[in-house]
């Protein structure tokens, strides 16, 4: 099921999703070629592939929020109906938006600690990579409200 979304973001967000996944299947198709068909294979494969899988998940989960494509118990929520399948949904959201407040707010802290790292292969500045970490409870909040607002509009609706 489709959720609202923010448009021009989703795309965004989408395309960089898509092309995360599409350097992290080439980067480990070249290590697996690289390991039987050369006598060495290029040691900055891993960690790259481990930062494409950073991005792709830590940019994914607004759009898993947007799409309600998240884990969820939908047997037990599918159970209610009206008001209380509202409360509970967006009981749910406001949970979701609060864990990802907290995680905002510790995760800028962190970026000055790692800033101070580099990656082992690839010699990229951590803060680079914990960014998505940021990124993500950005993203996750700002999904959560639009499907809290559209939960708002749809329980003040008329029947």
Known sequence: ?????????????????????????????????????????????????????????????????????YVNVTTFLNKFTGKTRFYLDSSILIGILVLMLFMLIYSIPLLKIVSLQNSAALQINMALIYCSMTGMSLFVMLYSLVQLKANFKKFNQPL
């Open 1 to 69: 099921m489709k959720g609202p979304g923010l448009g021009f973001l989703d795309k965004i967000l989408e395309w960089a999703v898509t092309l995360s996944f599409m350097v992290m299947i080439i980067v480990v198709m070249i290590q697996i070629i690289a390991r039987y068909a050369l006598p060495w294979s290029p040691h900055w494969t891993e960690e790259l592939a481990r930062f494409c899988f950073i991005y792709m998940v830590s940019l994914g989960a607004g759009l898993a929020i947007k799409d309600r494509a």
